[in-house]
């Protein structure tokens, strides 16, 4: 895997459905060097400090190999990188390969992974698109979040290299889609494993606890 994209934004002021909206989403590509710290990407800002960066969602990835799919879906060829919102557009990532708590070496900086990304609806103003929050929920491709185990620097072309395995096997794919696909098969089990790993970011332990009536 390597860097293919880093995309930063400034939080911009838009209207929506009459409303004034701030958000950070409109991200695009910089060809400079960027500065991972444990809880954003300095020059990248957010609106929603309560629901994005923070600790357990320092940094977001996604994998450039969904961008063929999702043009062909929205049937929308103006679609580019960092316009899912990711801070990296990264090769070959897979969601159905990586663990929470996997530990990757991203440039400098060390990442560890800390939960899917669940979408809002600022997703769909950015893709222009109502439809786009049930899509990508039912894709199961959410992405990667991040936090920062050891802060550092990162430019396109970057090797992104595992340097721990979780010992377990809840990988992003099967637990956002334990919890979302109400036809898949032993969610319970899934998200109760989930649940006790110590990897796993609260917000993530908080849904979990909710749906499975944890006390």
């Given at each position: 895997m390597k860097i293919v994209s880093t995309n930063i934004s400034k939080v911009k002021t838009i209207f929506h459905n009459n409303k004034e909206i701030k958000t950070g989403i409109f991200k695009s590509p910089t060809s400079n060097e960027v500065v991972i710290t444990k809880t954003n990407?300095?020059?990248?800002?957010q609106a929603d400090l309560i629901n994005?960066?923070?600790e357990h969602k320092a940094v977001y990835a996604f994998s450039s190999a969904h961008y063929e799919y999702w043009i062909k879906e929205l049937k929308?060829?103006?679609?580019s990188f960092g316009i899912f919102g990711e801070n990296f557009t990264i090769s070959?990532?897979?969601?159905k390969d990586i663990c929470i708590g996997d530990q990757f070496r991203v440039g400098t900086a060390l990442l560890e992974v800390s939960q899917p990304r669940v979408p809002c609806f600022k997703l769909g103003i950015a893709l222009d698109n109502k439809s786009i929050l049930k899509l990508f929920t039912q894709h199961y491709c959410t992405g990667v979040y991040f936090r920062v185990i050891e802060s550092g620097v990162a430019k396109a072309g970057d090797q992104v290299i595992i340097e721990k395995e979780a010992t377990h096997n809840i990988s992003i794919r099967t637990l956002f889609q334990a919890y979302f696909d109400k036809s898949y098969i032993d969610y319970k089990s899934v998200l109760s494993e989930a649940y006790s790993l110590k990897e796993l970011a609260p917000e993530w332990?908080?849904?979990i606890k909710k749906k499975l009536s944890l006390n």
């Open positions: 990407i300095i020059g990248d800002q994005h960066g923070g929308n060829e103006n679609i070959n990532l897979s969601e332990k908080e849904k």
